[in-house]
């Protein structure tokens, strides 16, 4: 299935405006521009497909819980090109378990403290292959672009460009974060990373004597 046109979503409903049901073994081919001004999450993704972004521009400028959000630990999402952008609040892309793929186009969001551009959580994975992702925060706090929950893996490889910190979390929140410096695409080699912060590998059960 393609998805082709211009779509604009303006409903202030609390329900998803956009639910997708993608069956395990179909594609859903998303070659469309969409803007929504919406209090409810625009695209609700379920199922266990595959949903491809090729191409246009997926813009959301309000507060709502994310631009996609994923229910369901099978369905994939991949980003092949296009730019999915929010300007108001933290998350563009949520899964629920879901892997997630960029190997193109542009992700842009604000980050915040406890939320990613790109918020994986029960054990979903993102990779980065090739593509953008990009927390446009000006607090260095807040500045997250990916984050990591319930035993989920990332990976950046290839000619992948990551713009802010990765967060690591057992369940919600986070355990382990990447201080980085990026670098262009063209001097890939050039990202540094400048801490890495994580929980202890044992925690003390009751506070030690002084």
């Known amino acids: 299935m393609t998805v082709t046109g211009n779509i604009t979503i303006t409903a202030a409903s609390s329900s998803p405006n956009l639910a997708l049901m993608i069956p395990a073994g179909f594609i859903v081919e998303w070659n469309a521009n969409l803007t929504a001004n919406a209090s409810a999450t625009p695209m ?15 813009t959301l400028t ?16 991949t980003v092949n090109g296009g730019t999915l952008e929010r ?22 969001g604000l980050g915040e403290a406890n939320d990613g551009v790109i918020d994986v959580v029960s054990g979903g994975n993102v990779t980065i292959t090739n593509g953008l992702v990009e927390s446009l925060s000006a607090t260095p706090a807040n500045r997250n672009a990916v984050q990591v929950h319930g035993g989920g893996n990332f990976t950046l490889s290839g000619n992948g460009t990551l713009i802010g910190s990765i967060l690591g979390g057992t369940v919600k929140g986070a355990d382990t974060a990447i201080v980085i410096v990026p670098s262009h695409t063209n001097n890939s080699f050039g990202t540094q990373i400048k801490e890495i912060i994580c929980v202890p590998r044992e925690r003390c059960q009751k506070p030690q004597p002084l």
């Open 44 to 58: 609700n993704l379920t199922g266990g497909g595959d949903f491809v972004v090729e191409s246009g521009n997926l």
């Open 62 to 77: 309000t507060g709502a819980i994310s631009l996609i959000f994923t229910n369901g630990p099978t369905i994939t999402i």
């Open 87 to 108: 300007t108001i609040g933290a998350r563009t892309i949520i899964g629920s378990g879901a892997d997630v793929y960029i190997n193109g186009g542009v992700v842009r």
